[in-house]
């Protein structure tokens, strides 16, 4: 059915309402840098654009004023919610061609799995991957586009790869002087900071640059932050635009409406995910494989007796192939944690411990995670997580200083 497209400059501000899930009670609710469509629309009118985005990239119209029609699904229910790139594609905007994270365009891929370039099968425009061949877009896959636009929810991990994805884009967009617009969403983790600072000898995909493990800030600010810390190479400057959320700060509970990734299925998860990810790096699993990922920690060799709740991780979305596939668990439900402020290590050292402080409990990649070789050695050392929680101060304290310049939605 044809769309018939109000004008986009005369859409009243009030009525950009993306009534989220979240716990803002009594608040006007949170909008998205991605609902104030009048405030980039012109912007982006005439001009060839190149769009990152995945699943998360959406425009929620719940109050149905972006059209005068309101675009009815094949079960005759009112179409409330579009993708970003379908929707500019209704108000005539010129797409040339959308660039995918990790995960994939569509947000289906296994994390790691390699996502190769193609063409969308729903608008056919060419998708090129920044999680395959490059990572970084090429000087030919930006020919002709005039400004790029960057609207990916992000959770606010240091080792979540979206962040490196934003590091390349800006350093691509910068080399080819082209302007890049930033839809700021919340971040659902955004309301602390915790963790090792990376350094910089174990700098990696999931790990770019030298904050903690949990950075407490958005897309927006962290962009900011690449620029005003001069991280691009050579300490070239992007030329950046960022649509700020409306009635957010770091203090506000969000719930994110759609899946970041296949693994990160809910709340609990993502909350738990900065923590939790750390078994990524050891023999354990962490859910893959199940209807629980990062809500449980688990493997076939922890104790039963001290371990008994149980989980058989199996082919599933987003994990063709879990650790421990069709193998019985022994691990820990956590689907029931109280919200975490600060990373939980104690799961991790307990663990450790129970495997009999087992040589090879960590794995490389560990050390990947943490940006460190210090964290590994001081829980094989027998250090408590409040004793390695405070040689972390110094580097949070410096770092939260850093960052105050770059905030946009208080601390």
């Known amino acids: 059915m044809e769309k018939k497209i109000v004008n986009p400059e005369i859409i009243p501000q009030n009525s950009n309402n993306y009534q989220n899930q979240h716990d803002n009670s009594g608040k006007d609710p949170i909008i998205v840098g991605a609902n104030q469509f009048s405030n980039y629309y012109t912007t982006l009118r005439g ?50 061609s959308v660039f995918a994270p990790e995960h994939g365009f569509r947000g289906t891929a296994d994390a790691g799995e390699v996502v190769k370039d193609g063409r969308d099968n ?4 060419p998708v090129f991957s920044l999680y395959g061949k490059n990572k970084k877009p090429t000087p ?55 963790g090792p600072i990376l350094e910089q000898q174990y700098k990696s995909f999931v790990g770019m640059h030298p904050v903690p493990v949990v950075h407490g800030m958005t897309i927006g600010e962290y962009a900011q932050m690449i620029n005003g810390e001069e991280w691009l190479a050579n300490g070239i400057q992007c030329d950046i635009t960022i649509v700020k959320i409306e009635n957010y ?72 192939y879990p650790k421990f596939i069709n193998e ?25 411990v129970s495997t009999g402080k087992n040589k090879e409990f960590f794995t490389p990649y560990f050390t990947k995670l943490a940006g460190t070789t210090k964290l590994q050695e001081l829980i094989e050392k027998g250090y408590t997580y409040r004793e390695i929680r405070k040689t972390w101060l110094q580097g949070l304290e410096d770092y939260d200083k850093m960052r105050s310049s770059y905030l946009l939605y208080g601390r």
């Open 328 to 352: 019985l668990c022994y691990g820990k439900d956590l689907r029931n944690s109280k919200r975490l402020n600060r990373l939980n290590l104690e799961w991790l050292i307990e663990a450790y």
């Open 47 to 96: 001009k060839k654009i190149g769009i990152v985005a995945n699943q998360t990239s959406v425009v929620v119209d719940s109050l149905l004023t972006f059209f005068e029609n309101p675009i009815v699904s094949k079960e005759g229910e009112k179409v409330e919610e579009y993708h970003l790139v379908d929707f500019l594609l209704a108000f005539d905007i010129d797409i040339s």
């Open 122 to 125: 729903i608008t056919g425009l």
């Open 140 to 194: 030919q896959q930006l020919k002709d586009i005039d400004i790029m636009v960057f609207d990916i929810q992000d959770v606010g991990a240091r080792f979540y790869t979206y962040i490196s994805t934003l590091h390349y884009i800006m350093e691509a967009c910068a080399e080819n002087n082209i302007p890049l617009l930033i839809l700021d969403r919340p971040n659902p983790n955004g309301h602390f900071i915790d």
């Open 249 to 320: 700060t770091h203090q506000t509970k969000y719930s994110l409406p759609i899946k970041p990734s296949p693994n990160l299925p809910n709340d609990v998860a993502i909350n738990l995910y900065p923590s939790l990810c750390f078994f990524e790096g050891t023999l354990l699993s962490a859910g893959r494989g199940t209807e629980m990922q990062f809500q449980v920690f688990g493997a076939p060799s922890l104790p039963q007796k001290y371990y008994p709740f149980t989980f058989t991780p199996q082919t599933n979305e987003g994990a063709k």
